[in-house]
């Protein structure tokens, strides 16, 4: 069996990975890292999750041993599609350099130039970016190209994905043609690899598990659901009360906005919820996912751009509330669970509208996933008036019949009300109790502990108030509903 000493990495670089705890190479460290040492180019075909982080950084150390880092001429630079990816990258280079004497400099978006020039002027031997940032510094004429050796390009579909290529295509055209580059991507279609044709010399292929698997460990289910998004959510809230063996969960949706949706609709229910969304400014990101890694987040709701790559460990269960639409999302999705041998749970909610992605994705897999209780022919038929115009209905019962001006009037009563239910303590403690009575308490279900979970939409949340009362909250009061303050009781005198 091969181990990291067989592989050619310095004794620093040993010693710092023997202080990391680990003492066999995986499969993609164990393919990559001697082609890296011998300063070949690599086409490495890896998922997350399988060590491919350490396969380009255990090297890049020990090359970067000799010389040092010139103001503003960087040595080496990697490129991530995420400031997540990036930050979680220079995290590797803090734990495996910790006998180096290196500057490692994080260039991403959401934090001031300031400190990130300062890094620059002193010399910066690893530079850690996403694309755009990298390019604002260079168009601010504080970098200088020219002396990178070794160029990493990570996470490639998911540039892709995101619209990076011709960023990427410039910053490739200012490094010199004699660098060496080490190209990771999870899924190889053709557009990759044209590429990474355009970007490798005669690369070193390493493919470590097909592209397309699911971990072996994940049990894969679906849950048939109605269309309407409030339907999905309560499936997904029984989903997440059955869970007897929850710990922690993702919760994955296609869209932004449905990710600050669900978030909010969580939360109203009373679970312990975060949230990770592109429009997020970056200290609330960081605060989220450490929230998150720390357990004071149960669940944590986000978009595939916000989680690709995200290393946290030991996610009992992902929940796609969306099927995703990218059949290659699902793999990167369920890859979050059952990672390192462990065992996890993926659920899918799909419903009628889904089928196609569906079929994609089982055709992608190699596989049909199991239907958890009844496929979608179980399902009752689609609600013929959706619950809002029921309300509605029911609403003009008890107000009686009113006129245009009327109706005027009565959506601002209805918008009052609103306001007066999220700020009245009392309501608050009739919708908790209320809630206890229907639901079975889960761990999810408690709130993140050191206070209020964090928002992202912090800034919006009380413009939105009115408007927080969705389908899933129970029928909409009249009036003040059952919570009548007290000062409305006190008998007028005559
Ligand atoms: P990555 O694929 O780089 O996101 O790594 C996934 C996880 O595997 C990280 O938590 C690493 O710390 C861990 N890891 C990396 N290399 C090894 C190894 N050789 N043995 C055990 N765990 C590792």
Not at 42 to 56: D, R
Not at 147 to 175: C, N
Not at 233 to 252: C, G, P, S, T, Y
Not at 363 to 370: D, F, H, M, N, Q
Request: charged letters at 30%.
């Amino acid at each position: 069996m091969t181990t990291f000493s067989d592989l050619g990495l310095s004794q620093k670089v040993l010693s710092a990975v023997t202080d990391a705890g680990y003492t066999t190479p995986t499969p993609i460290q164990a393919g990559a890292i001697p082609f890296a040492l011998q300063r070949r180019d690599i086409c490495g075909i890896a998922q997350t999750g399988t060590g491919k982080t350490a396969s380009f950084v255990l090297p890049m150390l020990t090359l970067l041993e000799k010389g040092r880092a010139r103001a503003r001429m960087p040595r080496t630079l990697i490129l991530e599609p995420t400031r997540e990816l990036a930050a979680q990258v220079a995290e590797n280079f803090e734990k495996y350099g910790k006998n180096h004497k290196l500057n490692v400099a994080l260039l991403i978006g959401g934090v001031s130039f300031d400190e990130q020039d300062r890094k620059l002027e002193r010399g910066a031997d690893v530079l850690i970016c996403t694309p755009g940032r990298l390019l604002d510094h260079c168009e601010r004429g504080k970098l200088l190209m020219t002396g990178v050796e070794i160029l990493v390009i990570d996470e490639a579909d998911r540039m892709l994905d995101m619209g990076f290529i011709p960023d990427i295509e410039r910053i490739a055209k200012m490094i010199p043609f004699t660098r060496q580059t080490l190209f990771f991507s999870a899924t190889m279609p053709p557009e990759i690899q044209k590429l990474a044709d355009r970007f490798l010399q005669n690369p070193e292929r390493i493919e470590v598990a097909p592209p397309s698997s699911t971990a072996k460990t994940v049990t894969q289910r679906l849950v048939a659901s109605n269309n309407k998004d409030y339907e999905k959510r309560e499936v997904l809230r029984n989903l997440i009360r059955e869970q007897d063996d929850l710990k922690n969960a993702i919760i994955f949706c296609n869209r932004k906005k449905d990710v600050a949706d669900l978030f909010r609709s969580l939360e109203r229910h009373g679970f312990s919820v975060g949230a990770l969304h592109g429009d997020m400014d970056q200290r609330s990101r960081t605060n989220m996912l450490a929230g998150f890694k720390d357990n004071q987040i149960t669940l944590l709701v986000a978009s595939d751009v916000a989680a690709r790559g995200l290393d946290i460990p030991d996610v009992s269960h992902v929940f796609n509330f969306d099927v995703p639409i990218h059949a290659e999302d699902y793999v990167h999705r369920i890859g979050r669970t059952g990672r390192a041998g462990r065992s996890g749970k993926a659920f899918t909610i799909v419903t009628r509208s889904d089928t196609k992605h569906l079929d994609a994705i089982e055709k992608l897999i190699g596989a049909k996933i199991e239907w958890q209780n009844g496929d979608l022919t179980a399902l009752p038929p689609p609600a013929e008036h959706d619950e809002s115009r029921a309300r509605r209905g029911a609403k003009d019962k008890g107000r009686g019949r009113r006129d245009a001006a009327g109706h005027k009037s009565e959506k601002k009563i209805e918008q009052t009300v609103a306001v007066e239910i999220e700020e009245t303590p009392a309501r608050t403690e009739s919708v908790k109790a209320e809630r206890k009575k229907d639901q079975r308490p889960s761990h999810a279900e408690r709130p993140a502990r050191g206070g209020r979970t964090p928002n992202p939409a912090n800034d919006d949340r009380r413009e939105r108030r009115s408007h927080y009362r969705d389908r899933d909250d129970g029928p909409t009061p009249v009036g003040f509903g059952d919570d009548i303050p007290a000062f409305m009781l006190i008998q007028a005198k005559a």
